[in-house]
């Protein structure tokens, strides 16, 4: 935990001048240097590429610790979330701010459920792709596609058009992602069915086929649920960031998803649960770990073990130990007892948390080192993973989108620079270049 801050302001000097700037303290974890002013008192800008030490918002919706591995949603601890709540009242509580009544929670679903449909157009839409399109590709082009179908929730100024388009991005998103998997596999799109919890329906849109009844397992359904709320919302990451500096323009809510996905879709943030089973099916067995650990220890070797690491927690991601027991859950109700790949893992796993390298750099687990061996058992190619995340991530990205266009103070968000280029110089003519 953070020592508690008790100073009210901090003095920078810069020659023989001194600038106080006030400190802000949260409710919990770091104060902040407001540093608003700097620019105008000072002529000069601070410098964090990568945003390491810099709060780009003030925000009540999810707080991390990463030294002790503390996740909590509006205050609840991710592991009270998981294990007794379920998707919808995670996205009501990350939207809203409070657990729902019981009958709230019977409204939202009620809602949610009425826009789980897509304008039959999309089907049309889809043919436009290549069936081997990668799925992500898919959902950032039919994602960023809604607002060419859905213009009479895109007015951001308007509080009702804003609940009814947050409403349609998370009913939306799994039948989105449903049709994404089903045109890769050159299967017919299944409809959605409303008597079905959000979960078992989207399993359902995923693996039935016209010709036989599909059952959804309860086990699966539960698993694939609290995969959702794991993934929902993590304070600024960088897709979320994507997310608000898109809103900040006052871009219309599904064009601001569609940036998200976009961003999320990079192998060092939602990508890496798909990179991560790639790598441990490239490790393929036990006796492989040593060199691969070496590699990705060598300094002049792009390796990096995938699904370890995490800029915030230097610690245990506490997601990824709900994750690793999802995972145990899902293989032994499918009855797989010798997964190879889970076998690599947790041998990887128990190797690299003795390494003094991995201990030295606070090297940990994250959501994706599990996610990805789960998901494929459930039946999903690697290709689906980050679409699962970016399925679940929306309630995240809407609910910090809307946090934002709340805030009275908003205005565009317009980083500065260092710049190192060149001086002013005048045109020189073609004919004089050497
Ligand atoms: C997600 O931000 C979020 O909250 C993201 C996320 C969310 O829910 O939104 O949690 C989801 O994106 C999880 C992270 C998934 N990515 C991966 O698993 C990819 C592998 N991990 C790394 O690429 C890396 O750890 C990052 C990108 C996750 C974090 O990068 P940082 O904070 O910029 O850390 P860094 O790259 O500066 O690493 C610090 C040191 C470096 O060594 P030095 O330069 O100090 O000598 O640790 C090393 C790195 O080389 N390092 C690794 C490593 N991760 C970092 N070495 C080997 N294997 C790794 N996985």
Redesign the pocket.
């Known amino acids: 935990m953070d020592a508690k801050n008790t100073a009210k302001s901090a003095a920078l000097a810069v020659g023989d001048k001194k600038f106080d700037m006030a400190i802000k303290d949260g409710t919990i974890g770091p104060s902040v240097v407001d540093i608003g002013k700097l620019y105008a008192q000072t002529g000069m800008f601070t410098y964090d590429p990568?945003f390491?030490s810099t709060a780009s918002c003030e925000s009540k919706i999810t707080y991390?610790d990463g030294d002790e591995g503390v996740l909590l949603y509006r205050g609840y601890p991710i592991e009270q979330i998981a294990e007794h709540g379920d998707f919808l009242e995670t996205c009501y509580l990350l939207l809203y701010g409070e657990l729902p009544t019981a009958a709230q929670k019977a409204d939202f679903d009620y809602r949610v459920n009425r826009h789980t449909m897509v304008h039959e157009q999309m089907h049309r839409f889809f043919q436009g792709f290549r069936r081997d399109a990668h799925p992500m590709a898919v959902m950032v082009g039919s994602v960023g596609a809604l607002s060419a179908f859905y213009h009479d929730s895109t007015d951001i100024s308007d509080p009702t058009q804003r609940m009814i388009a947050s409403i349609r991005m998370i009913a939306k998103m799994p039948t989105l992602a449903a049709m994404a998997y089903k045109y890769s596999v050159g299967q017919p799109f299944v409809y959605p069915r409303n008597e079905l919890d959000l979960s078992s329906n989207f399993l359902r849109m995923c693996f039935a086929v016209p010709a036989e009844e599909y059952k959804v397992n309860p086990v699966l359904s539960r698993a694939m649920d609290r995969i959702f709320i794991l993934?929902a919302d993590?304070?600024q990451?960088?897709?979320?960031s994507t997310v608000r500096l898109a809103g900040s323009s006052g871009a219309n809510p599904f064009a601001c998803i569609a940036a998200g996905i976009a961003c999320l879709w990079g192998?060092?943030?939602?990508g890496?649960n798909e990179?991560?089973l790639k790598m441990l099916t490239e490790i393929g067995s036990v006796d492989k770990i040593p060199e691969y650990v070496k590699r990705?220890?060598d300094?002049n070797d792009p390796f990096?073990?995938?699904?370890?690491?995490?800029?915030?927690y230097k610690n245990y991601?506490p997601r990824a130990k709900i994750m690793q027991k999802t995972c145990h859950e899902v293989l032994t109700e499918l009855g797989i007892k010798d997964d190879p790949l889970l076998d690599v893992a947790m041998e990887l796993e128990k190797i690299a948390l003795k390494d003094e390298y991995f201990i030295e750099?606070k090297?940990y687990p994250?959501?994706?080192?599990y996610s990805g061996i789960t998901l494929k058992a459930m039946g999903f190619p690697t290709t689906m993973f980050t679409v699962l995340f970016a399925l679940a991530?929306t309630v995240g990205w809407i609910a910090q989108w809307k946090e934002m266009i709340e805030d009275p103070g908003q205005k565009i968000g317009r980083p500065r620079q260092l710049y190192t280029g060149a001086t002013r110089r005048d045109y020189l003519p073609i004919s004089r270049r050497k």
């Not at 192998?267 to 939602?270: C, L, N, S, Y």
């Not at 990096?304 to 915030?312: C, K, N, S």
Request: proline letters at 3%; a positive charge.
């Open positions: 990568g390491t991390i993934h993590h304070e990451n960088a897709s979320t192998p060092a943030h939602g890496a990179a991560a990705a220890k300094k990096r073990l995938m699904g370890f690491g995490h800029r915030v991601d750099k090297l994250n959501i994706d080192f991530r």
